[in-house]
Every structure is written in structure tokens, then in C-alpha cells.
């Protein structure tokens, strides 16, 4: 279920950033060419017969101009998608200035994306039963003598934790030692849940940041082995187009990266306080159970 989740993320955000890279950018040449035809026009039009202007002025009976206020929401609302359109179009033609390697960097953001949403879902939801709660509630059971009522909590959750309590609770009958076998069986297979799939974040950070170094490297190699063969007028055109991509791909590497290794090391972070917690909890288990064995 976690893969199939990360897959579905995984898409979403490739679908979901590959879309303004492609955008196409707004042309307004054909809008300017539009408007200036229409301004033609009006002005074509609005030229009559000087006579017969001041005549039907004369005529006519003077009314109260109103003010066309439709003209001016048109103009609101066409400024308001010019904005939108504008956005897009500069991130695709940051991502188009960048060359071959943006395309690589982007996958590793889409991978960064998922593997960090579905780490996130696991650890402060699935994983996170509020242990004190959790322990408090096995404790009285165990301390009333009520082992299967504590067993049947425990099976109540999916988290590690639970799981490991579990395993040394349905194991109350045997040896302290026999307990602690259960809980370390039990420990092996729930802890690399914890901190499955968290190393890709680094490795994730660290290849995007070397992706973008390598873009850079073909931007100045393509940049100046066209130059050095280029004439004098498409020169700097040519150390342009290669210097934006050298640039480019460095920034986005980095963007990538930066984010990526802080919500690393946020992760992590959260991953080793549950396994504090496991650690803490199953020896008071331990300890609890050896204590309810000697009393009876």
C-alpha cells in the first residue's frame, strides 16, 4: 500500500509540474495586432461629415452621459489572466532556457515530492498513536490482570509500536527472556519501516544538485564552441542562449535540493523519537509483565 501510494504521488506530481514547463508562451503580438485593427477601424468609422455632426448635436436633446463601467471590468479581468499567463510563461521558459537536463531535475523533484508526502502520511499519522495515551491504557490493563484486554488494544493499532507490545504481550506466559525475544523478533521486521525509503530524500537532493552541475558544464561547453566558430553578429546571441542554461540548470538543482534535505532531516528526526519510543516502551512492558508474573 505505501509503494501504490507513492506511485499515485509520484504521477500526480509529474502530470502536476510537467504542465507549466510545457505551457506555451502567450503570444501578444496577436492581441496588439487586434487592437491596433480595431483602433484603425474605429477611427475609419468615426469620421463623419462635419455638418452633419453639428447638426444632429444641435437637434438632439442633451441626456446625462452614463459611465460604461462593463468596458472597464474587461479590462480588470483581462489583466488578471495576463498575470496568470504571464507566470506560466516565465516558468516555461526558464524550464526551456535550461536545456535536456531540466527534464532530469524535474524527475527527481517528482520523487522528492512523493517519497516525502507518503513519509509524512506515515510518520505523524499511522505511526504517531500518542504513546503515553497507548502505554497508559496497557498498563492498567496489565496492573487489573487483564492481559487479553491489553493484547486486543494492542491489536487495535497498526503503529510499530502497538505491533511490538503486541509480540511481548501474547508472550506473557513464557521466560523474561522468551518476552525479550518476541519483542526483538517483532522489532526487526516494524523498525526499518520507520526509516524505510527516508535515505532517497538524500540521495535525491544530492543527484539533483549534480544534475545541475552537469547542466551547467554543457551550457559553457556549448557555449563557447560556438562561439569560437560563430560570426561576430550571432556571437553573443550564441554565449547568451549557452550562459541561461548553465544558469538555469544550476538554480533549479538547487531549488530541488535545498528543500528536499530539509524535509530529509525533518523526517528522520521523527522517525528516531518513534524509535526512542519503541525502545522506551517495550522494556516498561518487560518490566511490567516480570512484575505481574511475580505477584501471582
Known amino acids: 500500500m505505501p509503494r501504490s501510494l507513492m506511485m499515485a504521488i509520484l504521477m500526480v506530481s ?14 501578444s503580438t496577436g492581441g496588439a495586432a487586434a ?49 496568470h499567463g504571464g507566470l506560466f510563461s516565465s516558468i516555461a ?23 516525502s508526502t507518503e513519509r509524512f ?41 502497538a505491533r511490538i507490545i503486541e509480540a511481548a504481550l501474547r508472550n506473557y506466559r513464557g521466560t523474561e527472556r ?12 516494524e523498525l526499518p519501516r520507520l526509516n524505510a525509503r527516508l535515505s532517497y530524500l538524500a540521495v535525491v537532493a544530492n543527484v539533483a544538485t549534480m544534475t545541475g552541475l552537469l ?12 562561439v569560437s566558430v560563430a560570426d561576430p553578429e550571432t556571437r553573443g546571441r550564441i554565449l547568451a542562449n549557452g550562459i541561461s542554461v548553465a544558469m538555469n540548470t544550476t538554480a533549479f538543482g538547487l531549488i530541488v535540493a535545498i528543500p528536499t534535505l530539509i524535509v530529509h532531516s525533518f523526517l528522520s528526526s521523527k522517525a528516531d523519537q518513534l524509535v526512542d519510543d519503541i525502545d522506551r516502551y517495550s522494556v516498561m512492558v518487560i518490566n511490567m509483565l516480570a512484575q505481574a508474573r511475580k505477584e501471582a
Open 14 to 27: 509529474l502530470l502536476a509540474l510537467g504542465g507549466p514547463c510545457l505551457a506555451q508562451p502567450v503570444d
Open 93 to 115: 521558459n526558464f524550464f526551456r532556457q535550461g536545456g535536456f537536463a531540466m527534464w532530469f531535475i524535474l524527475f527527481f523533484l517528482a520523487v522528492g515530492l512523493a517519497v
Open 121 to 161: 502520511l506515515f510518520l505523524y499519522f499511522k505511526a504517531n498513536i500518542r504513546p503515553e495515551d497507548f502505554m497508559a491504557r496497557v498498563a492498567d490493563l496489565i496492573r487489573r490482570g487483564s492481559i487479553e484486554g491489553a493484547i486486543a488494544s494492542a491489536a487495535d493499532e497498526d503503529a510499530p509500536l
Open 178 to 189: 522468551d518476552i525479550q525475544n518476541a519483542v526483538d523478533e517483532m522489532a526487526l521486521a
Open 215 to 226: 547542466g551547467t558544464i554543457f551550457g559553457l561547453i556549448q557555449a563557447f564552441g560556438a
Open 35 to 83: 487592437a491596433t485593427a480595431d483602433t484603425t477601424a474605429a477611427d475609419t468609422t468615426a469620421a463623419p461629415d462635419t455638418a452633419q455632426a453639428v447638426d444632429t448635436t444641435a437637434a438632439a436633446p442633451t441626456t446625462p452621459v452614463q459611465p460604461d463601467t462593463s468596458a472597464a471590468a474587461d479590462s480588470t479581468a483581462r489583466g488578471h489572466n495576463a498575470g
